[in-house]
C-alpha cells in the first residue's frame, strides 16, 4: 500500500532554534499535503495545508512565519519550526491524500523544546 | 462546517469484552470515514474505512457500519485483547474539503488483562 515516510521521529532541540521536519510519499505523487498537530491527550488539529507549487494555507491562529511550509515537489513537504520555544514541544503528523478516499499518514515527529 | 464527535474516554474494558466506540458526524454532501488507531508512541494508523452509506469496514476483528440515517459510524469489536490499548479516532473526508481529514476528540480504550 501507498506509504508516507516523515523525518525525524523524535528531535530535541534548544529554545530559539530552528527544526525542519519531512515529509515524503513514497510510492505516489501528493499535491496536497496536510500538517497536524496534536496535544498531549488532545486530537489532531490542522494546522496547514501544503501545496505543491503554490503557497502553503495556513488554518486560523497558525502563525505561518513561525510554521513554514514549503512543498518543493510531488513528493516532498517540509515544516520548519522556526525559533523554537517550550510551548512548540508537541507531535507533528503528516498526511497525504492519494484519491478521492484515502490519506495516509507519516509516522510522526515528537519535538521536544528544551 | 464539517464535524466529527466521539464518545469520551476514557474506556476501560477485560480481555475479551465487547467493545462500542460511538462516533457521530456532521457533514455537506457524502464523505468518507474512517477510525485511525494510534498506539502508545507511534503515529496514526488507518483501522477500517466506509465510503459510502451502509458501506461496513472491517480490519482486525473491528467493524464499523456507515449510517448516513443517523450519521454515525460506530466502532465495534467483540472481543477485545490487552493488544487493541490504544487511542481510537474516528475521521471523516469530504471531497468538499479537498479530501481534508476532520477528526474526532479521541478515544482512549485500556484492555486490562
Known amino acids: 500500500g501507498a506509504v508516507v515516510s516523515q523525518h525525524p521521529s523524535r528531535v530535541i532541540c534548544k529554545s530559539g532554534t530552528s527544526v525542519k521536519i519531512e515529509c515524503r510519499s513514497l510510492d505516489f505523487q501528493a499535491t496536497t499535503m496536510f500538517w497536524y498537530r496534536q496535544f498531549p491527550k488532545q486530537s489532531l488539529m490542522l494546522m496547514a495545508t501544503s501545496n505543491e507549487g503554490s503557497k502553503a494555507t495556513y488554518e486560523q491562529g497558525v502563525e505561518k512565519d513561525k510554521f513554514l511550509i514549503n512543498h518543493a515537489s510531488l513528493t516532498l513537504s517540509t515544516l520548519t519550526v522556526t525559533s523554537a520555544h517550550p510551548e512548540d514541544s508537541s507531535f507533528y503528523i503528516c498526511?497525504?491524500?492519494?484519491?478521492?478516499?484515502?490519506?495516509?499518514f507519516g509516522q510522526g515527529t515528537r519535538l521536544t523544546v528544551v | 462546517g464539517d464535524s466529527v464527535t466521539q464518545m469520551e474516554g476514557p474506556v476501560t474494558l477485560s480481555e475479551e469484552a465487547f467493545l462500542t466506540i460511538n462516533c457521530t458526524y456532521t457533514?455537506?454532501?457524502?464523505?468518507?470515514l474512517f477510525w485511525y488507531v494510534q498506539y502508545p508512541g507511534e503515529g496514526l494508523q488507518l483501522l477500517l474505512k466506509?465510503?459510502?452509506?451502509?458501506d461496513k469496514g472491517s480490519n482486525k476483528g473491528f467493524e464499523a457500519t456507515y449510517r448516513k440515517e443517523t450519521t454515525s459510524f460506530h466502532l465495534e469489536k467483540g472481543s477485545v485483547q490487552v493488544s487493541d490499548s490504544a487511542v481510537y479516532f474516528c475521521?471523516?473526508?469530504?471531497?468538499?474539503?479537498?479530501?481534508?481529514?476532520?477528526f474526532g476528540g479521541g478515544t482512549r480504550l485500556m484492555v486490562k488483562p
Open positions: 475521521a471523516l473526508s469530504s471531497q468538499n474539503a479537498g479530501n481534508m481529514l476532520t
Open positions: 457533514a455537506t454532501g457524502y464523505p468518507s
Open positions: 498526511s497525504a491524500p492519494k484519491g478521492s478516499t484515502e490519506a495516509f
Open positions: 466506509a465510503t459510502k452509506a451502509d
